[in-house]
């Protein structure tokens, strides 16, 4: 066959076949459209700020954007939330407002999936960038409620004490001190140590090292002051023969120890007397006070450490010994 009959042939008809090429195109056309399906996922929006400024405003109400995933419907399946991250990047911006495009990255599973349409909700965002600004802050521990009944806190110590914050300039110069989570005391004996998180409250402000630190809890036994008074002096030894001719002598003495212990203790408890072996006539004498009390507490103070006593010789003591 010539060109010019198989150009003639081609060209036979032309409007025609024009026609059934376009209506075949838009059919193929609408079957892909058809084999694909649109879903639609909620994901955080990231904010990078890699340069030498950060947002201070703008984004707070807005955490999440929705993409929209066309796909082959076969396809579609395999996809989730975790597919994608959304993402502005104001890493070479300036202060002051701007519009930034968000962006949205795909996982390599992700990328392997043909055909694949994406669009994200809002497609750009508004902001308020600000120099950034990074300082060392204490960490303060937050203590709730109380040790057990004579027990007390002596140390909470906080590791690492201080923690790296980066921010807005304007927020992050106002910025004291970060506390930690609540840490409960309440009716604890014995310490312990644990792990817990720093509230962080402030959008625009993150913690270099970490949300968690270490928290020591020192718990010991709470002490306690009692003043005992009138409590009676035993002549001991008393050779035979004598008897004390003075008013038996009292003392007054202040104990110290924790409070399960001293709250117990009692006068009875309590063994104050004098050794009057070497007594050998009837007069007055000077004693050396002794003090025997529980191990557990200590005597801080007492009232004197002699004693001053009169004893007599009798006759008739002695004949009913």
Same mark, same amino acid.
């Given at each position: 066959m010539n060109t010019k009959r198989l150009l003639e042939r081609v060209t036979k008809n032309w409007p025609v076949k024009a026609i059934c090429f376009v209506l075949a195109i838009l059919i193929y056309f609408f079957h892909q459209m058809?084999?694909?399906?649109?879903?639609?996922?909620?994901?955080?929006?990231?904010? &990078?700020?890699? $340069?030498?400024? %950060?947002?201070?405003? $703008?984004?707070?109400?807005? &955490?999440?954007? &929705?993409?929209f995933v066309?796909?082959?419907?076969?396809?579609?399946?395999? %996809?989730?939330?975790?597919?994608?991250?959304?993402?502005?990047?104001v890493s070479s911006e300036k202060e002051g407002i701007v519009q930034c495009p968000v962006y949205i990255d795909v996982s390599e599973k992700g990328l392997l999936i043909d055909p694949l349409e994406l669009s994200a909700r809002p497609e750009k965002v508004e902001l308020k960038l600000e120099k950034k600004l990074s300082k060392a802050v204490p960490v303060r521990p937050s203590?709730? $409620?109380?040790?057990?009944? $004579?027990?007390?806190?002596?140390?909470?110590?906080?590791?690492?004490?201080?923690?790296t914050v980066v921010g807005p300039e304007s927020m %992050?110069?106002?910025?004291?001190?970060?506390?930690?989570?609540?840490?409960?005391?309440?009716g604890v004996r014995n310490g312990f140590e644990k792990d817990v998180s720093i509230l962080n409250t402030n959008y625009f402000v993150s913690i270099l090292e970490g949300q968690k630190?270490?928290?020591?809890?020192?718990?010991?036994?709470?002490?306690?002051?009692?003043?005992?008074?009138k409590i009676p002096v035993s002549m001991e030894n008393l050779p035979l023969g004598f008897r004390l001719a003075?008013?038996?002598?009292?003392?007054s003495l202040t104990l110290e120890g924790r409070v399960l212990d001293i709250e117990k203790v009692t006068a009875k408890q309590i063994r104050a007397f004098c050794d009057c072996s070497n007594v050998e006539e009837s007069g007055e004498y000077e004693f050396p006070l002794q003090l025997d009390v529980?191990?557990?507490?200590?005597i801080t103070s007492q009232s004197t450490d002699k004693i001053m006593v009169r004893f007599e010789f009798s006759v008739e003591d002695n004949t009913r010994r």
């Open positions: 058809d084999m694909l399906k649109t879903n639609v996922y909620t994901i955080p929006l990231e904010i &990078r700020a890699n $340069g030498s400024v %950060i947002p201070v405003s $703008g984004n707070e109400n807005l &955490r999440y954007v &929705r993409v066309r796909a082959n419907k076969d396809s579609i399946s395999s %996809i989730s939330e975790n597919t994608f991250k959304a993402f502005v990047d203590i709730a $409620g109380k040790p057990a009944y $004579g027990y007390k806190s002596s140390s909470v110590v906080v590791e690492p004490a201080h923690v %992050i110069s106002e910025m004291q001190s970060l506390s930690t989570q609540a840490i409960s005391l309440e630190v270490n928290v020591n809890v020192s718990i010991v036994p709470e002490g306690m002051v009692k003043e005992m008074e003075s008013d038996t002598p009292v003392i529980p191990s557990s507490l200590k």
